[in-house]
Every structure is written in structure tokens, then in C-alpha cells.
T-cell receptor
Framework: GESVGLHLPTLSVQEGDNSIINCAYSNSASDYFIWYKQESGKGPQFIIDIRSNMDKRQGQRVTVLLNKTVKHLSLQIAATQPGDSAVYFCAESRYTSGTYKYIFGTGTRLKVLA | SQTIHQWPATLVQPVGSPLSLECTVEGTSNPNLYWYRQAAGRGLQLLFYSVGIGQISSEVPQNLSASRPQDRQFILSSKKLLLSDSGFYLC?????????FGPGTRLLVL
């Protein structure tokens, strides 16, 4: 079936290194993708988004890359900090029945090592 | 700016008891509203969404129901809780394509 999934359930990186979190999606008709960060016991926090007419989008210390050919999405975090430790979710958005519905992956836990 | 509130933050309820979780949004009008459930270590499952007052769409058959009595208020309810209703319940709002989440309610049914 259609799904959005993550390759690595847990990613450990040294403080100061760059992190790359990957995500695969299966519906080529999806045209909007979002990354969220969820800290323990809290709601997901919007990080960055990208539309299907773009290949790359940059924010503050974060970059999202979209490869439509292989249906792959990645989140890059530069100079990873302890405060980046969290679970990261990707989601794809589809418009249906009057609203945009998201399909989420199960998430990748990022652990920053001091 | 927009803010979204959920309460209570944590709730412990016995099996068979009723449930009412509330979500309110400030700083916007006519938002789309969503209820999600997140099981431990899992992704988010969409339960209900609403595009306007009194308009509720259910995504999965379950023991829960939702209502939207006011433009910026979304309520998740149950008449009789099951053990399987335990989880982390998240409310979200959107006024376009991007959804923004509330702080969540952790529900434990014993």
C-alpha cells in the first residue's frame, strides 16, 4: 500500500557533526512534504517543508532535499547540537475531501553524543 | 500569532469511563482541525478532521467521536473507554496545507 517510511529508526551523531535523516514515500502524486521534530512528551514541531516543484529548500541549519525520481526525502541538520535530540517525522500531504491529509512515517530518533 | 491548546495534559481513566478531551485554537478563524493518536514509538494516525463548525469526518472506525461546537474548538469524546484507547492524543490546526500541532494529551486507560 501507499506509505511514507524511514530507513533508520535511530541515528546517533557526534555533537557538531552533520545529521542526515532519510524518508521514502510511495505516492508520486503527493506534492507537499513536511518534516517535524518531536521532543519527548511534546507535540510535533514544524521544521521545514518542500513542494514537489523544488529539489532543495534551506532553513536555519536545516536543509530538505527531494528526489522525485526515487521518491526520497531527506533532512540535513548542520552542526548538530544536543537540543536537536528528538524524533523526526516526515509526512506527505494529499488533498482529499476538502482538506489536506498527512501520511506520517514512524519516525527516526536522533541522538546527539557529547 | 496562532496558538493551540489542549487539556488536560495527562489523564488516567478506568476502563468503561467517559472521555472528553478539548482543543482550542487562538489567533485564527475557520481553521481546519484534526485529531491524531500516537501509540508509543509509533507514527501519527489521523482519527478525525473538521473543515467547519459541526462538520466532522472520521478516518477510522473506533470507540471515539469528535465534535466542533465552535469555530476554534474541537472535542474528542468517548462514552466508554477501552484499554486500547490509551495513547498520546494530538490536536492540530491548519489554514492551508501546513498543520501545526498542540502539546498533546497523554491518556492512560487502566
Amino acid at each position: 500500500g501507499e506509505s511514507v517510511g524511514l530507513h533508520l529508526p535511530t541515528l546517533s551523531v557526534q555533537e557538531g557533526d552533520n545529521s542526515i535523516i532519510n524518508c521514502a514515500y510511495s505516492n508520486s502524486a503527493s506534492d507537499y512534504f513536511i518534516w517535524y521534530k518531536q521532543e519527548s512528551g511534546k507535540g510535533p514541531q514544524f521544521i521545514i517543508d518542500i513542494r514537489s516543484n523544488m529539489d532543495k529548500r534551506q532553513g536555519q541549519r536545516v536543509t530538505v532535499l527531494l528526489n522525485k525520481t526515487v521518491k526520497h526525502l531527506s533532512l540535513q541538520i548542520a552542526a548538530t547540537q544536543p537540543g536537536d535530540s528528538a524524533v523526526y517525522f516526515c509526512a506527505e500531504s494529499r488533498y482529499t475531501s476538502g482538506t489536506y491529509k498527512y501520511i506520517f512515517g514512524t519516525g527516526t530518533r536522533l541522538k546527539v553524543l557529547a | 500569532s496562532q496558538t493551540i491548546h489542549q487539556w488536560p495534559a495527562t489523564l488516567v481513566q478506568p476502563v468503561g469511563s467517559p472521555l472528553s478531551l478539548e482543543c482550542t485554537v487562538e489567533g485564527t478563524s475557520n481553521p481546519n482541525l484534526y485529531w491524531y493518536r500516537q501509540a508509543a514509538g509509533r507514527g501519527l494516525q489521523l482519527l478525525f478532521y473538521s473543515v467547519g463548525i459541526g462538520q466532522i469526518s472520521s478516518e477510522v472506525p473506533q470507540n471515539l467521536s469528535a465534535s466542533r461546537p465552535q469555530d476554534r474548538q474541537f472535542i474528542l469524546s468517548s462514552k466508554k473507554l477501552l484499554l486500547s484507547d490509551s495513547g498520546f492524543y494530538l490536536c492540530a490546526w491548519s489554514w492551508g496545507e501546513t498543520q501545526y500541532f498542540g502539546p498533546g494529551t497523554r491518556l492512560l486507560v487502566l
